[in-house]
């Protein structure tokens, strides 16, 4: 599915303000096994109060899940939050997405990357020199 530069544009901005990714190993222990194991959290998320712009955000990807966060017990008066979440290969097809725009998350959507294709830019796949792309852009 292809998105419009301006789309974007435009999610890359909810996630520079409203977003969060994360990209970190742990330990885990799996089943009844009592050895614990490096396993990857790879995760891309937006949470807010307008539900319209998460529900267009998970249209216009069409990856990854909508969901309702009720406030907590003790968060009287607050608002229902919308969250749309995606992870692991979802995550690496929107980081691909947003790459050339993001500003401020962009070093963790290049470790998701770098991740699922370490040798891309020898490979000549379709990740290019940041600057270029936005040199390219102003034109």
Same mark, same amino acid.
């Given at each position: 599915?292809?998105?419009?530069?301006?789309?974007?544009?435009?999610?890359?901005?909810?996630?520079?303000?409203?977003?969060?990714? /994360?990209?970190? /190993?742990?330990?885990?222990?799996?089943?009844?096994?009592?050895?614990?194991?490096?396993?990857?959290?790879?995760?891309?998320?937006?949470?807010?109060?307008?539900?319209?712009?998460?529900?267009? &955000?998970?249209?216009?990807? =069409? &990856?990854?899940?909508?969901?309702?966060?009720?406030?907590?017990?003790? /968060?009287?008066?607050?608002?229902? /939050?919308?969250?749309?979440?995606?992870?692991?290969?979802?995550?690496?097809? &929107?980081?691909?997405?947003?790459?050339?725009?993001?500003?401020?998350?962009?070093?963790?959507?290049?470790?998701?990357?770098?991740?699922?294709?370490?040798?891309?830019?020898?490979? =000549?796949?379709?990740?290019?020199?940041?600057?270029?792309?936005?040199?390219?852009?102003?034109?």
């Amino acid at each position: 599915m292809e998105i419009s530069i301006a789309d974007a544009a435009y999610i890359a901005g909810l996630f520079d303000a409203d977003g969060s990714v /994360q990209y970190k /190993q742990y330990m885990k222990k799996r089943g009844k096994d009592k050895k614990a194991y490096p396993t990857w959290n790879i995760r891309m998320e937006i949470s807010m109060t307008d539900k319209f712009v998460i529900q267009w &955000v998970h249209e216009t990807l =069409g &990856v990854g899940t909508f969901a309702k966060k009720p406030p907590g017990k003790g /968060q009287l008066g607050k608002k229902m /939050q919308y969250r749309w979440r995606c992870s692991h290969r979802d995550a690496l097809y &929107v980081s691909k997405l947003l790459w050339s725009e993001a500003k401020v998350k962009l070093h963790k959507i290049e470790q998701i990357i770098d991740h699922y294709e370490p040798r891309a830019q020898e490979l =000549g796949d379709n990740i290019i020199d940041l600057e270029t792309e936005r040199q390219m852009r102003t034109v």
